[in-house]
Nanobody, 126 residues
């Protein structure tokens, strides 16, 4: 089982990046896919959750209207289009997969995810 994020990098404030999450070794379209981010020393933040059947299930208020998920399940890929990036969006971004709905009590819970990628660094700076 493997999840691999790509697309991170350095971008100026107001810019955009598109992250990709590629999966192998499991039935990707049977899982919920979550995007998370983490800044060193802070709790991992759940951003977006989608599933092949239900579509977008959760978008955090901090990224609503700026981050847009999409997918190509035929290629076992999920994407996160990130627009209007700001310095506070600087973090390591992770994708993860959960067999069961990871949105609990209106929150995307990292503790119930089954598989994780290693993350990709996004730096927003001028």
């Amino acid at each position: 089982v493997q999840l691999v994020e790509s697309g991170g990098g350095l971008v100026q404030p107001g810019g955009s990046l598109r992250l990709a999450c590629s999966a192998s070794g499991f039935a990707y379209d049977d899982y919920h896919i979550g995007w998370f981010r983490q800044v060193a020393g802070k709790e991992r933040e759940g951003l977006v959750s989608t599933s092949h059947i239900d579509g977008v299930q959760f978008i955090a208020d901090s990224v609503k209207g700026r981050f847009i998920p999409s997918d190509d399940y035929g290629q076992n890929k999920v994407y996160l289009q990130m627009n209007l990036l700001q310095p506070e969006d600087t973090a390591v971004y992770y994708c993860a997969a959960a067999k069961y709905d990871p949105v609990i009590g209106g929150r995307l819970e990292s503790g119930v995810m089954d598989f994780w990628g290693k993350g990709t660094l996004v730096t927003v700076s001028s």
